[in-house]
């Protein structure tokens, strides 16, 4: 039996994050430029997508390009910007009825990025499947950073007091705030580490840890994490006897 057919589908996460990691080494192992593994990297976002929309998973958030990718040489970081241009497909999310949204720091992107992007994210803004939402330029730290900036300006403007700072303050300036918090994140390639994406938003999301490179993750790998995912118990700080009782009582 294929993970596709174990899926409950009826207790699907509604939000994924997935560090696509791997391009390079895949391109690599393969004897070719590294940049043809983002190339086919960028082409499984389809496929993974695609995926995503026909279960009915409510959010596919995509760790692209991170704040400190900017420190990789000119050359790749031009054909990252290009290899994201041609990828922004109006027709792919018409057709799969997704919205498409950013968190990141978008205004660092090429001006012509900024523009498919914001097009994008404007003509898809009524479909009612999934959204896919790319992290570009985006670091969680770079992310909490800018919410204590706002919340302070909020304070010396007397908009606020300090004292009426809480979680949910916090929430409503982080840049994930129209969306609910991931409860899989996926990490391919074989790190198993977070790298800066999503730090406050994942305090009690389940961690997947693939071998397989990105390029190679297809939907029975997707699959296969959220049967994973759906054989664990999620206790929240409670303890077993407590989750088995609320589950009774439902």
Known sequence: MTYKEQVDYNRLPHHIAIIMDGNGRWANAKGMERTMGHQEGAQNVHDIMTAATAMGIDYLTLYTFSTENWNRPAQ?????????????EEELFMKNN??????????????????AIHHLVNVTS???????????????????AQAVRH?????????????????????QHLETR???????MIRTGGEQRLSNFLLIQSAYTELYFTDIYWPDFNEE??????????????????????VEEQEKNK
């Open 76 to 88: 790749e970081v031009s054909a990252l910007m290009a290899i994201l241009l041609q990828h922004l």
């Open 98 to 115: 997704a919205r498409f949204r950013t968190i990141g720091e978008i205004e660092r992107l090429p001006q012509i990025v900024q523009d």
């Open 126 to 144: 009524k479909n009612t499947g999934t959204c896919l939402v790319l992290a570009l330029s985006y670091s969680s730290r770079w992310e909490m």
């Open 151 to 171: 919340i302070a300006e909020k304070v010396e403007a007397g908009e606020m007091k300090a004292s009426d700072i809480d979680e949910t303050t916090i929430d």
């Open 178 to 184: 129209f969306m609910p918090e991931p409860e899989l």
């Open 221 to 242: 790998e997707l699959c296969k994490a959220i049967c994973d995912y759906q054989g664990r118990q999620r206790r929240f700080g409670k303890t077993e006897a407590q």
